[in-house]
């Protein structure tokens, strides 16, 4: 099959093989998408002396555009009518098959077990930032816009900005001399960054990334940030424990349900969880 670089009046396409190829080695090996399409264009003139015009960025749309079609497909948005307008935030992860999930994987009445087995019953996630997935000042999402935004792992941009925007001269403040993470959202150089890192939440147990558990980092590590990403991974629990790991839980707890009251409802961890 032919896949078409654009919808009108298509005059370049790509094989699904070569979609598939590419997408499957930049999972395994890591192959960049301008080393595979010199590799093609070897292929076609390893003398390079009648090398066909590019069609680099026609190339970059069609697997950007192959790979989200992917991942409706795999949700099950195709047997849904109206399946991709209707995709609400998250619809798109993966859920970890083996955390705790009730009406999937739960005994019935785990509710009433004894305390001391409600750990069986208890979801693990871990918190962090990653400063190394920068995003330089290149392009904004008005001219290169999100396929899927806030409907697989990325939290929803708008309503995350828009609370980001609101504590630009929250205090994050550190009584720990040893703690470097939260100096380092001053100190950390942002010249010619859009941002400056990613936060994420994922499962504990098992590495998978939660359901709407990532986030852009504007300026460090910032508790804003992290509140939200956090409470959007977390949001309609149903479970009644709760642990979550953070290398600086220390500080990050404290005032935290204040700070969560500043965050839209749904995103508030019920009283019920523990």
Not at 41 to 67: C, G, H, N, W
Not at 206 to 228: F, T, W
Not at 251 to 269: D, G, T
Request: hydrophobic share 40%; with cysteine; charged share 20%.
């Amino acid at each position: 099959g032919l896949y078409p670089a654009t919808v009108q009046y298509p005059a370049t396409c790509a094989t699904l093989g070569v979609l598939k190829h590419f997408h499957g080695l930049s999972l395994c090996s890591k192959v960049s998408a301008y080393e595979y399409y010199l590799n093609l264009e070897r292929l076609t003139d390893s003398s390079r002396v009648e090398i066909p015009k590019t069609r680099y960025k026609a190339f970059l749309r069609m697997v950007r555009q192959y790979r989200h079609e992917r991942l409706m497909k795999r949700a099950g948005r195709g047997n849904i009518e109206n399946g991709i307008a209707t995709t609400s935030p998250g619809d798109l992860a993966l859920i970890c098959a083996a955390c705790p999930q009730p009406g999937i994987n739960l005994p019935k009445e785990w509710e009433r077990v004894p305390p001391a087995l409600r750990f069986l019953y208890t979801l693990f996630v871990s918190v962090d930032a990653n400063f190394r997935l920068k995003n330089r000042l290149r392009s904004n999402e008005l001219v290169d816009a999100g396929l899927h935004t806030g409907l697989a792992y990325f939290v929803p941009q708008v309503s995350y900005k828009e609370h980001v925007m609101n504590h630009v001269s929250q205090a994050d403040i550190s009584s720990c001399s040893g703690f470097a993470a939260l100096s380092r959202a001053d100190s950390k150089s942002s010249t010619g960054l859009c941002y400056t890192g990613v936060g994420m939440c994922i499962c504990a147990r098992h590495e998978l990334i939660r359901p709407l558990g990532v986030g852009d980092l504007q300026k460090g590590e910032r508790y804003c940030n992290m509140d939200y990403i956090v409470l959007s991974a977390v949001a309609g629990l149903a479970l009644r424990m709760l642990m979550i790991i953070y290398d600086i839980a220390c500080q990050w707890r404290v005032n935290f349900s204040k700070r969560m009251q500043e965050l839209p409802s749904h995103l508030h961890i019920s009283d019920n969880v523990l």
